[in-house]
């Protein structure tokens, strides 16, 4: 609709609200000394006001000369003037008005049953007014919770109580708060200050219920002390460990500082957060905790979501976390810690430092800890999951997928051998099929594939063409395969050529990848030296080094033979079975040498060279090398 035309029609229903002549209803509004009359029409209040309607329906007129007459004095003239505008101008500008009108705009728009201008309020309070509202959080708590309308308000205090208790605590209204929400506060486990502050604050709040007190407490008498002990006796059990606060205060020269264990969850209690900590600095169970830390929110399942591309999102870049999980259906809670940085780019997290966890039920004594052993695969860097440590704990969300069986059964081999093994009955029952090892993001991709024969690979990491090639063939989609494997010969050779111990073992582990094959076979015949160019040549299987030619002098051919794994740790490696050999061409087999280990200096893993062997006797650094006589 034409904004003008909406403009044109609340112009003219404001200038029936001025008529003086064909008004129907009078209205008095406020209490003695001010109260104003307005009048209105009986069929608009009717229409928009769900409070009115009712009174209306109640004190029908009796004859065409009787006027309707209703009384609020509940509401001041000065609120019910801009609310009267708004039912019948269907607009309202809150910019112009203090934040002390709206909230009294917001009471009495719920008292007339107006929910449109209830809920722009209450969103309007809470983006534009937040400040002030935490400044007089008092008013608003109290507001909103005697309103069941005001659901988003009430969403507010529940929030800034949980989150960010401190600035209630420092608000100006703190004084006048409830002692049930200063019960709730105490109780907080996100309290950024020591027990002593939080002491001093409740001991403030109770001078403060009780103003005929004397202001220096030195000056207390018995019945004084008693006074201001009833005021908080509802508060004194909440505060850890208050005998000693006690002696704290009768002897102030005394050094007292209680931490709070600090952790916006809910899963994990802060007796959880206490023996995670002492995880984290090698401590047992017993031990006196040293550190504590606060444990930050970053990422919350139920707000966020649970999808790997949020997760890396929120938390790549970030270190030292705590992953919680709580199993479906259980008291179970699963955990891990991350000392290092999250990413998204495929690698291994090298750290001795991590560990997983779980929590069986309530009791935090029954537990289990498991540390890191293999500490090159401490932690998983896949953006396809979330987090993920090793292959012992990770985290990914299980999508629900619609598709067609007519579709399916003609496009993919692998689905349509389950579905002719598990003919659905002709009930009206849906036939479900379970894919665990594709992940949700590649299955996606492979599905719109499915349905519309393209797919535009450009668009795609490397990493994710290689996890459609092999869920492609897993569904056994055969144009799928050949496209792909194509594609990534001709755009991907050097991004494969670097990551080669991955692409020869993807390859060989499958009889689909022919091309792929013979692209390994080819790198390794007529371009050894690439490979040990490579960034990952000290991760390639034994029997691939075994077959490479590391270095070829006119007709003579030399290699070597290591029986154990290559890294980069630039230490010797002891071994008696290891060798280096040569023959003089590549027809005569009877002109070789063979030389085997004499000493501890078997195998050299060096990070800036290629396959070594011994101290200096076969050596390789790039497309060049070193022999000993």
Same mark, same amino acid.
């Given at each position: 609709?034409?904004?003008?035309?909406?403009?044109?029609?609340?112009?003219?229903?404001?200038?029936?609200?001025?008529?003086?002549?064909?008004?129907?209803?009078?209205?008095?509004?406020?209490?003695?000394?001010?109260?104003?009359?307005?009048?209105?029409?009986?069929?608009?209040?009717?229409?928009?006001?769900?409070?009115?309607?009712?009174?209306?329906?109640?004190?029908?007129?009796?004859?065409?000369?009787?006027?309707?007459?209703?009384?609020?004095?509940?509401?001041?003239?000065?609120?019910?003037?801009?609310?009267?505008?708004?039912?019948?101008?269907?607009?309202?500008?809150?910019?112009?008005?203090?934040?002390?009108?709206?909230?009294?705009?917001?009471?009495?728009?719920?008292?007339?049953?107006?929910?449109?201008?209830?809920?722009?309020?209450?969103?309007?309070?809470?983006?534009?007014?937040?400040?002030?509202?935490?400044?007089?959080?008092?008013?608003?708590?109290?507001?909103?919770?005697?309103?069941?309308?005001?659901?988003?308000?009430?969403?507010?205090?529940?929030?800034?109580?949980?989150?960010?208790?401190?600035?209630?605590?420092?608000?100006?209204?703190?004084?006048?708060?409830?002692?049930?929400?200063?019960?709730?506060?105490?109780?907080?486990?996100?309290?950024?200050?020591?027990?002593?502050?939080?002491?001093?604050?409740?001991?403030?709040?109770?001078?403060?219920?009780?103003?005929?007190?004397?202001?220096?407490?030195?000056?207390?008498?018995?019945?004084?002390?008693?006074?201001?002990?009833?005021?908080?006796?509802?508060?004194?059990?909440?505060?850890?460990?208050?005998?000693?606060?006690?002696?704290?205060?009768?002897?102030?020269?005394?050094?007292?500082?209680?931490?709070?264990?600090?952790?916006?969850?809910?899963?994990?209690?802060?007796?959880?957060?206490?023996?995670?900590?002492?995880?984290?600095?090698?401590?047992?169970?017993?031990?006196?905790?040293?550190?504590?830390?606060?444990?930050?929110?970053?990422?919350?399942?139920?707000?966020?979501?649970?999808?790997?591309?949020?997760?890396?999102?929120?938390?790549?870049?970030?270190?030292?976390?705590?992953?919680?999980?709580?199993?479906?259906?259980?008291?179970?809670?699963?955990?891990?810690?991350?000392?290092?940085?999250?990413?998204? /780019? !495929?690698?291994?997290?090298?750290? %001795?430092?991590?560990? =997983?966890?779980?929590?069986?039920?309530?009791? +935090?004594?029954? #537990? &289990?800890?498991?540390?890191?052993?293999?500490?090159?695969?401490?932690?998983?860097?896949?953006?396809?999951?979330?987090?993920?440590?090793?292959?012992?704990?990770?985290?990914?969300?299980?999508?629900?997928?619609?598709?067609?069986?007519?579709?399916?059964?003609?496009?993919?081999?692998?689905?349509?051998?389950?579905?002719?093994?598990?003919?659905?009955?002709? /009930? !009206?029952?849906?036939?479900?099929? %379970?894919?665990?090892? =594709?992940?949700?993001?590649?299955?996606?991709? +492979?599905?719109? #594939? &499915?349905?519309?024969?393209?797919?535009?690979?450009?668009?795609?990491?490397?990493?994710?063409?290689?996890?459609?090639?092999?869920?492609?063939?897993?569904?056994?989609?055969?144009?799928?395969?050949?496209?792909?494997?194509?594609?990534?010969?001709?755009?991907?050779?050097?991004?494969?050529?670097?990551?080669?111990?991955?692409?020869?073992?993807?390859?060989?582990?499958?009889?689909?990848?022919?091309?792929?094959?013979?692209?390994?076979?080819?790198?390794?015949?007529?371009?050894?030296?690439?490979?040990?160019?490579?960034?990952?040549?000290?991760?390639?299987?034994?029997?691939?080094?075994?077959?490479?030619?590391?270095?070829?002098?006119?007709?003579?051919?030399?290699?070597?033979?290591?029986?154990?794994?290559?890294?980069?740790?630039?230490?010797?490696?002891?071994?008696?079975?290891?060798?280096?050999?040569?023959?003089?061409?590549?027809?005569?087999?009877?002109?070789?040498?063979?030389?085997?280990?004499?000493?501890?200096?078997?195998?050299?893993?060096?990070?800036?060279?290629?396959?070594?062997?011994?101290?200096?006797?076969?050596?390789?650094?790039?497309?060049?090398?070193?022999?000993?006589?």
């Amino acid at each position: 609709m034409n904004d003008n035309i909406l403009t044109k029609l609340s112009q003219n229903l404001l200038e029936i609200l001025n008529d003086e002549e064909y008004y129907d209803v009078t209205i008095e509004v406020g209490n003695d000394p001010y109260i104003k009359i307005f009048h209105a029409h009986m069929v608009i209040l009717h229409d928009r006001s769900n409070y009115l309607r009712r009174i209306l329906s109640i004190n029908k007129k009796e004859n065409k000369e009787t006027l309707v007459h209703i009384k609020l004095p509940n509401i001041s003239p000065e609120i019910f003037q801009i609310i009267l505008r708004y039912i019948y101008g269907g607009e309202i500008s809150l910019e112009e008005y203090d934040t002390s009108d709206i909230m009294d705009i917001l009471i009495a728009g719920s008292k007339l049953g107006l929910q449109e201008l209830i809920t722009y309020s209450q969103s309007f309070l809470i983006e534009t007014k937040t400040n002030w509202m935490e400044q007089n959080f008092s008013l608003i708590y109290q507001t909103s919770f005697e309103n069941d309308s005001f659901l988003e308000l009430q969403k507010f205090c529940t929030s800034l109580i949980t989150k960010k208790p401190n600035k209630i605590f420092r608000s100006s209204s703190f004084s006048s708060i409830p002692g049930k929400l200063l019960v709730l506060l105490i109780q907080s486990d996100n309290l950024q200050m020591s027990e002593i502050q939080v002491w001093q604050h409740m001991l403030n709040w109770g001078l403060a219920q009780n103003p005929e007190l004397p202001s220096d407490p030195t000056n207390f008498t018995k019945e004084d002390f008693n006074t201001l002990k009833n005021s908080l006796q509802h508060c004194i059990p909440h505060i850890k460990l208050y005998k000693d606060l006690l002696k704290y205060f009768l002897n102030p020269n005394g050094q007292l500082s209680i931490p709070r264990i600090v952790a916006d969850s809910k899963i994990i209690t802060p007796q959880h957060v206490e023996l995670i900590s002492k995880w984290i600095d090698r401590l047992e169970i017993t031990d006196e905790i040293k550190n504590t830390y606060e444990f930050k929110l970053l990422l919350r399942g139920s707000h966020d979501g649970f999808s790997p591309k949020k997760f890396h999102e929120i938390c790549d870049n970030q270190s030292h976390t705590v992953t919680i999980i709580k199993v479906k259906n259980s008291k179970e809670i699963l955990g891990g810690y991350n000392p290092s940085e999250w990413k998204s /780019d !495929g690698s291994n997290c090298t750290t %001795k430092d991590s560990f =997983i966890f779980s929590f069986k039920n309530d009791d +935090i004594k029954s #537990y &289990i800890l498991s540390r890191v052993k293999d500490e090159r695969h401490a932690v998983s860097n896949d953006r396809g999951l979330g987090p993920s440590f090793g292959v012992d704990l990770f985290l990914m969300k299980p999508l629900i997928f619609r598709a067609h069986m007519v579709i399916l059964h003609y496009r993919s081999t692998c689905l349509r051998r389950i579905l002719s093994t598990n003919k659905r009955k002709n /009930d !009206g029952t849906l036939f479900h099929i %379970k894919l665990q090892n =594709i992940l949700p993001e590649i299955f996606q991709i +492979i599905l719109r #594939y &499915i349905y519309s024969g393209r797919i535009t690979l450009e668009e795609y990491d490397t990493s994710d063409i290689i996890k459609i090639l092999v869920a492609g063939s897993e569904l056994g989609l055969q144009e799928l395969i050949t496209y792909l494997q194509s594609f990534l010969i001709k755009t991907k050779a050097n991004w494969m050529e670097q990551n080669f111990n991955l692409i020869y073992q993807i390859s060989f582990e499958d009889d689909s990848f022919l091309e792929l094959q013979k692209f390994c076979t080819d790198l390794t015949s007529k371009e050894p030296d690439k490979l040990f160019k490579s960034l990952k040549f000290s991760s390639i299987p034994e029997k691939l080094l075994v077959s490479l030619n590391p270095m070829k002098i006119v007709n003579e051919i030399l290699r070597g033979y290591n029986p154990i794994e290559w890294n980069s740790d630039y230490y010797y490696g002891t071994i008696k079975d290891s060798f280096i050999f040569s023959f003089d061409n590549n027809d005569n087999f009877e002109g070789y040498i063979l030389s085997r280990v004499k000493n501890e200096y078997a195998v050299l893993r060096n990070y800036d060279l290629g396959p070594s062997f011994g101290n200096g006797d076969l050596v390789s650094y790039g497309d060049k090398g070193s022999c000993d006589n």
